[in-house]
């Protein structure tokens, strides 16, 4: 496990929601400071606190925008690229996971716990590691 996924793990441990601990863990890398970060993605953790899109996923999801995003000064020039990547990104946590989806991930329906959310948290540092990080 690299530097920033165990610091991601510190930070969960500590009371982040997993979407927190991933953005928090690279926001810097990202061009964004920590306490931003933090906020931005306390809606995103817990599935988007419905059981959605597991969060730790959604914050690899921001940092994608957050990499690929040309801004305000090119409105809707980055984002289908942008798309594109958030799609392969999701498509790689399920493969490994079953589900990309936090009440599948966690067995609600089924009673079958596919992920903790250390293994989401860490899964998704390693996409961070794997396809955004420079």
């Known amino acids: 496990m690299t530097e920033r996924a165990e610091r991601a793990q510190r930070l969960h ?18 061009g964004m400071d920590e306490e931003t970060a933090f906020r931005v993605a306390e809606g995103f953790g817990f599935g988007m606190g419905i059981m959605e899109v597991c969060g730790a996923l959604s914050a690899v999801f921001m940092l994608a925008g ?3 995003s040309k801004g305000t000064d090119h409105p809707g020039k980055t984002k ?3 798309y594109k990547t958030t799609k392969a990104l999701a498509a790689a946590f399920q493969e490994k996971n079953g589900s990309y989806l936090c009440r599948e991930l966690k067995g609600i329906a089924d009673g079958t716990v ?16 794997q396809t955004l990080a420079e």
Request: include cysteine; glycine fraction near 10%.
């Open 80 to 82: 289908g690229q942008t």
């Open 66 to 68: 957050l990499r690929g």
């Open 114 to 129: 596919r992920r903790s959310c250390d293994g989401c948290i860490e899964d998704a540092c390693n996409l961070v590691e």
């Open 13 to 30: 441990a500590q009371g982040y929601n997993c979407a927190q601990a991933v953005a928090c863990a690279y926001c810097d890398q990202f």
